[in-house]
């Protein structure tokens, strides 16, 4: 899933990136574009230029997750922080709010990825 090819690819090597338990690298958290915009064919010079108003949805939903986490904008964090951090604040459910009107959420793949999250990293 993707806006085209080249996104896809990139997406792909992120989600392996951050998947992968034997490696913990420093990651900008930006409510902005980021490296998975690098290869998507609406990245304007510095904002999304999907459609009318998608920057600032875009932007509404970088947020969203960045109050959620308690995380602050342009700090740079190990990614297993982040990873446990998003598997103790974060249910699938949240994603209705935090991802609201997100093309994507309605697949379910995301809901999906959280609950899985959970149950790898939150103690019970």
């Given at each position: 899933?993707?806006?085209?090819?080249?996104?896809?690819?990139?997406?792909?090597?992120?989600?392996?990136?951050?998947r992968?338990?034997?490696?913990?690298?420093?990651?900008?958290?930006v409510?902005?574009?980021?490296?998975?915009?690098?290869?998507?064919?609406?990245?304007?010079?510095?904002?999304?230029?999907?459609?009318?108003?998608?920057?600032?949805?875009?932007?509404?939903?970088?947020?969203?997750?960045?109050?959620?986490?308690?995380?602050?904008?342009?700090?740079?964090?190990?990614?297993?922080?982040?990873?446990?951090?998003?598997?103790?604040?974060?249910?699938?459910?949240?994603?209705?709010?935090?991802?609201?009107?997100?093309?994507?959420?309605?697949?379910?793949?995301?809901?999906?990825?959280?609950?899985?999250?959970?149950?790898?990293?939150?103690?019970?």
């Amino acid at each position: 899933m993707g806006y085209s090819p080249e996104f896809v690819k990139k997406m792909s090597e992120i989600v392996e990136k951050i998947r992968d338990d034997h490696t913990d690298f420093p990651i900008r958290v930006v409510a902005s574009l980021d490296d998975t915009c690098c290869t998507c064919p609406h990245k304007g010079k510095t904002t999304c230029e999907a459609s009318v108003g998608s920057n600032e949805h875009v932007l509404t939903m970088d947020f969203n997750v960045i109050r959620q986490l308690g995380l602050i904008d342009g700090a740079v964090y190990n990614k297993s922080y982040l990873v446990q951090l998003t598997a103790e604040k974060v249910e699938p459910d949240d994603l209705d709010y935090l991802c609201k009107g997100c093309s994507w959420l309605s697949y379910g793949v995301c809901k999906e990825g959280i609950a899985d999250l959970r149950e790898k990293y939150v103690k019970k």
